[in-house]
């Protein structure tokens, strides 16, 4: 029910304790099957609608269709998004986010980088980024600095 040169919130405060199958706009505010099979056998009963046999549409039937509907809708909306692409393609990867040995001590929300590779490994086995190897001294050497080659998966 589009609500024609009217106010929308006046209309929910005026419905504000109505039951949600009671008010006038029922069942678009809804994504249940349930509630849509209920009232299109409701209007199909009103107005003398039979299935095939002369007997009433059944309800538990028409759920399965309007469930299959709704879902169609759904899907079709969310291959239709630009941004769901990106959304299932950053799902579907792991993004482990690493820092470097002296930060995770001293200040982990100011490091950490998507790729392993950004850190390099010191001799003593310290894992460090750009920031925290040049602090001592070391910048010409960062270039050469072995690289982390990968992060060991998380435990669960």
Known sequence: MQIMNGDHAAFEIEHANTKPEDRPDWPLPS??????????????????????????????????????????????????????????????SKRIMVVCSNCSVYSPEQCGYFSADELRKTESGEWLCYECYTDVGAEPEWEAAP??????????
């Open 31 to 92: 994504f249940e099957a349930r509630d849509w099979a209920a009232a299109f056998c409701k209007v199909a009963n009103e107005i003398g609608l039979k299935d095939a046999d002369g007997q009433a549409i059944d309800e538990g039937w028409m759920i399965g269709w309007f469930a299959n509907s709704l879902m169609r809708g759904f899907d079709e909306h969310y291959a239709r998004n630009p941004l769901s692409k990106i959304i299932a393609d950053l799902l579907k």
């Open 147 to 156: 690289k982390v080659a990968s992060v060991p998966e998380p435990s669960s």
